[in-house]
Structures are given as structure tokens and as C-alpha cells.
């Protein structure tokens, strides 16, 4: 049968239009044009393979190739397509839906720098994702449903670029000083570190509501959608700014960590002192990246505690990794916690292709655990030793 093929791309940057990619050919179209959905360009090789290409947002760029899109046939048909990342390798197991809600993995084999997979089309959408899709109306959801059944208060930071809002929210009373930040999503591809914050925080606020003591000692804010722009653009890495924000907390160039900053300072202005801050993100394998106990940070030890408690309760399930590691001036979040307020910064890194059920484990217990932990810290061991030996 003779096919031809027409490549429409159409980009919208209006805000709430999602960038819009769609290739038609004679007998199978693929589209992206849905909010978070990827897709740059289309061809059918000599093969009978439909070859996609993705494509990053900026180069240079730590690659996490993104790819989120949907294919339709006028009769069902088996299709074999070659996903390609512009020289980057696969880093995300593909998965399908044909609802956008419940997602399977997808049998796929790896040629070259690129992705093989083969589906059965028919006249609706299947759709085809890097990693089920946590969008940014998952998060104002999630929210709205917390703010129903717990005491939290949403607070809206700033904006980002596209102007959608820095939304967080935070439990503190005004009595208490010591606040705890913790920041996710900074990298949108990076689910299944959201996915670990969400249960991370079900069971925080669960376990804080049934037993009163850490919330009237402890504060904290939570900002758990940093980059919505990323997100809602399919990006693999940065925001709308062209950077990654995970290396913008020195300089604070970007809109989206000037508007945590500027919280930070109206907290320590206030008299607050923050005490501890962790973000949540995916990486090949689970692991923990820390400050070394060597560093200028107080407690020294709290956070290999809390380290060890986690792998007590989840022995035989999980390993924990602790990585400890400096990166002086090169803007990441832990270092940004360890060098402006002395005290312990946190990667909380999930595995990319780590099952939701394990995740979800682990984050749950991490909760348990690193509240057992705070509430353990004497007030004063937050406070670093800056005086001399022979004085102090």
C-alpha cells in the first residue's frame, strides 16, 4: 500500500495551550497535543517503522529523554516505532493507557541509542508515556483534598515564568521557630520521585494530626510542584528560564527559587530558624545524597539516625544508599541548606523505574522515621558551634 506522510508541528506558547505536535500519515497518526504531551517529528523508514524523534529543550542539558504522546489507526493494525532522543539513550521504561489514568508497561527492546517498541492501534488513542503522568493539576488536587482533611495552609510562593503559581502549602503555628522545607519536582520528568513525596506526605500528615508533638514544636513548608512550566511543557530538565533549577540556588536567576528564597528570608526575618530541608527526585537507583558529617552543619549525626531508623523498618525490602557529597557553587538545594542555614540538606532520590507499591513503602516509613528523628533534636543541637575550642 503506498503511504505517504505529512508532518504537522505546531507550537503554541499561549498560556494553558499545550504545545501541540502531530504527524499524520495515511493510516496511523500520532499526536501530542495535550498538556505535558512530546513529540517533534515523524518518519516512515524503509523498514515499515515509524520512526519519532524527541527532542530536548535546551542544549547543554542533563538528559532525562521525556516522551509522552498517542496513536490512532483508521483500522487496527500492529505498528513498530523507533523512539530516538537526539543522540541521548533511553533512561524511562515506556508505558501505555488508553484512559490516561491507568497505565501498564509496554514490551520494548533498545536499538542503538534509541527505543523499539510495537503496539496495536485502532481508532482510539492509545496513549504512550515515559512515566505515568503526575500533571500539574495533580498536585492542585491533592491539595485541595489535604487542605479538606488536615490543617494545612496553602500558600502561594510567586509565579513562574508563564506566570502559573509557586503553590505549596505549610503547617506552623506562630509559637513554634523551628521549620523544616521541603521542596519536589524541580526536574519534570522525575515521577517517581513525585510519586514518593505523595506518600511521603499522606503519611507526615496522617501520623503529625494523630500525635500533637511535632506539630507544636515544628513547622514546616512544603512546595511540592517547583517547576509547573517544565511540567506542563513535557520538558526534559529545565524551566521555561532554560535552566535546571537544581543549580539556581546560589544565584537565584529564576523566578520559581527566587520565590522560595524570598519565603525562607521572611521566615528567618521573622525569627524562625529553618532546621533541616530535603527535595524529592528520581534518578537510575534509589539513593540518599547527604552532607557529610564534615561539613559545617548541625546536628552532625541526625541525619545518618534517621538513615539508619529507615533501614531498620524496611530491612529485607529496601537498601538504603546514603551518598554523602558536596557541590560547592554549583546551586543545588542540599548545599543551598548546608552552606545558608548549617544544617542538613537531603536528595531523596527514588529509582526511575522503581514499582509505585515499593516507593510508596519506603516513603511512608521515611516520614515515621525522620519525624521520630526531629522530635528526638534537642532545639539547641540545631544551632552549629562557630566558637573556638580552647573558649567555648
Known amino acids: 500500500m503506498f503511504r505517504f506522510s505529512i508532518l504537522l508541528c505546531a507550537v503554541f506558547t499561549l498560556f494553558l495551550l499545550p504545545k501541540a505536535n502531530a504527524c499524520e500519515f495515511s493510516d496511523v497518526s500520532f499526536s501530542a497535543d495535550f498538556v505535558s504531551g512530546s513529540l517533534d517529528s515523524c518518519h516512515l523508514n524503509d523498514s515499515g517503522e515509524y520512526v519519532l524523534t524527541f527532542l530536548p529543550e ?48 509496554l514490551p520494548f527492546d533498545t536499538k542503538g541509542d534509541g527505543m523499539t517498541i510495537t503496539l496495536e492501534a485502532t481508532s482510539t488513542p492509545l496513549y504512550i508515556a515515559a512515566q505515568k503522568p503526575i500533571l500539574n493539576d495533580d498536585y492542585t488536587s491533592w491539595m485541595e483534598k489535604a487542605a479538606k482533611q488536615f490543617a494545612i495552609q496553602p500558600v502561594t510562593l510567586g509565579q513562574s515564568i508563564e506566570g502559573r503559581d509557586i503553590a505549596g502549602f505549610t503547617l506552623s503555628k506562630e509559637s513554634n521557630k523551628e521549620w523544616v522545607i521541603f521542596v519536589g519536582r524541580q526536574h519534570p520528568p522525575e515521577v517517581t520521585g513525585a510519586v514518593a513525596m505523595f506518600a511521603f506526605w499522606e503519611e507526615f500528615l496522617t501520623t503529625t494530626q494523630n500525635a500533637s508533638a511535632f506539630l507544636s514544636r515544628f513547622n514546616v513548608l512544603v512546595v511540592p510542584n517547583i517547576n509547573p512550566d517544565g511540567v506542563y ?160
Not at 244 to 266: C, G, H, I, M, S
Not at 290 to 316: C, F, H, R, Y
Open 58 to 105: 535546551d542544549k547543554p542539558i542533563n538528559p532525562s529523554p521525556w516522551f509522552y504522546f498517542s496513536v490512532t489507526a483508521k483500522q487496527p493494525q500492529s505498528v513498530a516505532i523507533v523512539l530516538r532522543f537526539d543522540g541521548f539513550s533511553p533512561r524511562y521504561l515506556p508505558k501505555f493507557s488508553r484512559d490516561k489514568k491507568h497505565w501498564s508497561y
Open 233 to 392: 511543557h513535557g520538558h526534559w530538565r529545565h524551566n521555561l528560564g532554560h535552566k535546571d533549577l537544581n543549580r539556581d540556588w546560589n544565584v537565584f536567576a529564576q523566578p520559581e527559587t527566587r520565590a522560595v528564597k524570598a519565603y525562607l528570608d521572611k521566615i528567618t526575618d521573622a525569627g524562625g530558624k529553618i532546621v533541616m530541608g530535603m527535595d524529592f527526585h528520581s534518578t537510575h537507583n534509589n539513593v540518599f545524597y547527604t552532607i557529610p558529617q564534615t561539613e559545617s552543619i548541625a546536628p552532625t549525626t541526625m541525619v545518618v539516625s534517621w538513615l539508619d531508623n529507615l533501614q531498620q523498618k524496611t530491612k529485607g525490602v529496601f537498601k538504603v544508599l546514603d551518598k554523602p557529597g558536596t557541590s560547592p557553587g554549583k546551586g543545588v538545594f542540599k548545599q543551598f541548606m548546608a552552606d545558608v542555614y548549617n544544617v542538613h540538606g537531603v536528595t531523596y532520590e527514588v529509582g526511575d523505574n522503581e514499582p509505585d507499591v515499593k516507593t510508596r513503602y519506603v516513603a511512608r516509613h521515611a516520614a515515621k522515621t525522620l519525624i521520630d528523628v526531629l522530635l528526638d533534636t534537642k532545639a539547641e543541637d540545631f544551632v552549629l558551634n562557630t566558637c573556638p575550642a580552647e573558649s567555648c
